[in-house]
């Protein structure tokens, strides 16, 4: 068996930034994926309509963080894209997040500036000094009425919970705009990589000490590993531990059901992204990638977005009674010598992708770090 000095278990954001910067200093990587290829959920492909697709949902690059801007550019040339969202609501297409333009088109005002913007806000927010849970945090921010029409339903479909069920980050994390600012990020770097986020993954585990076993579910082969300096390990922080505190209080999971369809025409909708927040479809969005990089087919591919309870874990659940038992799983995690637990499923956190990428690229500094001064002692 070839030496291996670091252990890594998933090929997604966190176990690829981890391999590339152990095997960039000399470390013997193996990354171990149960699926059948790298880069985790930013997995994209060509599909049968010469269309770029993402198998696992639209992912968005945006960051203000220099250090990733700049690591990720080592490994891909990217295009600018400033993603915009748009929503189907009372039979009208509004931009979200909430601007100027929303609240004009769904209550025929007139408001033209940004203080009168505010003075709309005020007028129909319902003031909530730290809000203890994601309907606070939206009343207080914008109101009952607009809460109902675009975040009460749509978050019921996204989580199976209403807002009121939720932590208020979930929600707080929601922008809002007083002028006609209709971008969905407002990040200094954002933009996408051209020939998509495969190659990029595959351009980052470019190194001769780094192996990938692909197909391969850890957990029926770890007896056959050992002697390992470090062991990264990315997936279900629950299943780690063979659910020891799930036997009755399981940690939740949201899943996404992707329904792919080909559409015989140019276009499907005027935008990449549409969200249905109403209860009058079952699903949360549409996506159509030709707009990704404005790509030129005869026919166009919509995906419609399911939310669903069951199937592979995509997004933690933060409430309280999660959090309760998460803090249990990270008591045991705490106390494993070189066992590193990194990323969304594994912390039990929501990470965007740069947070991601920074958060594997701080852990990477700080083990090094600890090293040297070790050494040094």
């Avoid at 690591?71 to 931009?95: G, L, T």
């Avoid at 109403?278 to 995906?303: A, L, P």
Wanted: aromatic share 14%; with cysteine; charged share 25%.
């Amino acid at each position: 068996m070839k030496q291996i000095d670091i252990l890594i278990i998933g090929a997604g954001i966190s176990g690829a930034v981890l391999a590339e910067r152990y095997a960039s200093i000399g470390k013997k990587v193996l990354i171990i994926e149960k699926r059948n290829h790298i880069a985790g959920n930013c997995y994209d492909y060509i599909d049968k309509n010469g269309i770029l697709v993402s198998k696992y949902g639209a992912h968005l690059f945006h960051t203000n963080e220099e250090l990733v801007w700049k690591y990720v550019n080592i490994f891909s040339q990217w295009y600018p894209w400033e993603h915009k969202v748009i929503a189907h609501v009372d039979n009208k297409m509004v931009p979200v997040p909430v601007n100027i333009t929303t609240v004009n088109r769904l209550f025929g005002s007139n408001i033209t500036t940004e203080d009168e913007m505010k003075g709309w806000l005020n007028e129909n927010r319902t003031p909530i000094e730290n809000p203890k849970n994601g309907e606070e945090a939206v009343l207080n921010k914008i109101g009952p009425i607009l809460y109902d029409k675009m975040f009460k339903h749509y978050t019921k479909k996204q989580w199976d919970k209403f807002p009121i069920e939720l932590d208020a980050s979930v929600l707080e994390r929601i922008p809002v705009r007083t002028n006609y600012d209709d971008r969905y990020f407002s990040d200094t770097y954002q933009a996408l990589p051209k020939g998509g986020y495969t190659q990029l993954f595959e351009n980052i585990l470019k190194h001769h000490n780094i192996d990938i076993l692909l197909e391969t579910d850890y957990f029926d082969v770890k007896d056959q590993y050992s002697g390992y300096e470090k062991l990264f390990y990315t997936g279900p922080v629950d299943r780690f531990f063979e659910f020891k505190h799930s036997l009755t209080e399981k940690l939740e999971y949201r899943s996404i059901n992707f329904v792919s369809e080909t559409v015989d025409a140019p276009f499907f909708q005027e935008n990449s992204v549409v969200n249905y927040p109403g209860m009058e479809v079952d699903f949360t969005r549409i996506i159509e990638y030709k707009h990704f990089g404005n790509q030129i087919s005869d026919k166009t591919t919509i995906v419609r977005e399911f939310t669903v309870d069951e199937g592979e874990p995509y997004y933690p659940v933060p409430n309280p009674r999660n959090e309760m038992i998460y803090s249990q799983y990270k008591t045991e995690a705490d106390k494993l010598l070189d066992v590193h637990f990194v990323g969304r499923l594994a912390n039990y956190k929501y990470f965007n992708m740069d947070q991601a990428f920074k958060n594997a690229l701080d852990l990477f500094s700080e083990l090094e770090t600890e090293i040297t001064q070790k050494t040094a002692v």
